[in-house]
């Protein structure tokens, strides 16, 4: 008597976790995709700086307000200042990519 009654209470548990198996792989494949890894900028800096190196090294995009270049600013030089342990180099180049996002380059490029 028990017997058949505990055979149908494992095909029934295998029934509803198949299913929920199902489902979840179903949930799993209809999810949008995720972004890959951001892929940094590979390469040297350039003699003399064009808006596109800068706005690659402050992480915006070349048409971007003011405003937004100098939170970007701000935040790749609180990550990159030289009290803080980081280049005198890179920070050089963080500000003049700042001065040439904001229109205020010289020309000189930078001491180094």
């Not at 980081?86 to 010289?106: C, P, Q, R």
Request: proline share 7%; aromatic share 8%.
């Amino acid at each position: 008597m028990a017997t058949p009654f505990l055979a149908g209470a494992a095909i029934a548990a295998t029934a509803l976790a198949g299913r929920y198996g199902i489902q979840a792989w179903q949930a799993f494949k209809a999810r949008p995709p995720r972004p890959k890894i951001k892929k940094f900028y590979e390469g040297g800096f350039q003699p003399t700086m064009t808006r596109r190196e800068a706005a690659l090294i402050l992480g915006i995009r070349e048409s971007v307000p003011a405003e937004k270049v100098k939170e970007a600013h701000r935040k790749v030089m609180v990550a990159n200042h030289p009290d803080a342990g980081g280049s005198h180099f890179l920070a050089s180049k963080i500000n003049e990519a700042k001065d040439v996002m904001l229109g205020k380059t010289k020309g000189g490029g930078s001491p180094f």
